[in-house]
């Protein structure tokens, strides 16, 4: 088996160049499964009706994939923390929370990225973004005004990303407790800083931001490395 995992697209648009890197990947990757650990839109909520027409071409490639019998897991992240009912019920993709589970004969740990970010204001934040509330607040102002919020939320975090420190430390403290509690790999993105390391009793993988730089990880009985999609 050959999994592909792949987060913080961050997909804004048909002419972003990401939209364009992402088509490429799901169209050409040679994967048993593929794994999208969060952030895939920049900023993104379920309104009713179709996809928004600016993600078109990566819904487009998503159905695609799954037309040729690509089995696809969607872990949400914190600029898509509600998928929705779209991907399960119109692309048949599984969406998951954070979860552990057996690819290519590893216990796997597959999380987004954020959940250990140590910060009280980010809790916050976290929180509030899956909450009833904000849900209600987003259904009141209607998918234009809605969404332009979302969009000015989201700034621009994928290209300024954060610099590693003290949240590095932090995914690395719960990627530690996940080895600890059996996995012997867990991949996560939300950083945008690239990096497969050893810790005690097994590895992590940390994915880079797909949207600036391309990355993703490939795991198969060789075990896992970090490729890099061009262009």
């Not at 078109?56 to 089995?71: H, K, V, Y």
């Not at 993988?205 to 970090?226: E, Q, S, Y």
Request: aromatic share 6%; net charge positive.
């Amino acid at each position: 088996m050959r999994a592909a995992f792949v987060s913080d697209v961050h997909l804004d648009g048909p002419d972003d160049p990401a939209a364009r890197r992402f088509v490429r990947l799901v169209d050409g990757i040679e994967a048993d499964h593929l794994f999208i650990l969060g952030d895939l839109f920049h900023a993104w909520w379920p309104w009713p009706g179709p996809p928004p027409a600016r993600h078109g071409p990566s819904f487009a490639a998503l159905r695609r994939a799954r037309a040729r019998g690509l089995p696809i897991t969607y872990v949400p992240g914190n600029h898509d923390p509600v998928p929705g009912p779209l991907f399960a019920q119109e692309l048949g993709i599984e969406v998951r929370p954070a979860h552990r589970r057996v690819i290519a004969g590893r216990r796997v740990w597959l999380a987004h990225g954020d959940e250990p970010d140590p910060g009280m204001g980010y809790a916050l934040l976290r929180g509030t973004l899956r909450s009833r509330p904000w849900a209600a607040l987003l259904r009141g102002l209607g998918p234009a005004r809605g969404q332009a919020l979302l969009d000015r939320m989201a700034g621009g975090s994928r290209d300024r990303p954060a610099a590693p420190g003290p949240l590095r430390a932090a995914q690395d403290r719960y990627a530690q407790a996940r080895l600890a509690d059996g996995a012997e790999l867990v991949v996560m993105g939300h950083l945008h800083h690239p990096e497969l390391k050893a810790l005690p009793g097994g590895q992590v993988a940390h994915l880079g931001g797909f949207g600036v730089d391309g990355v993703w990880c490939a795991l198969d009985a060789g075990g896992p490395r970090l490729e890099r999609c061009a262009g």
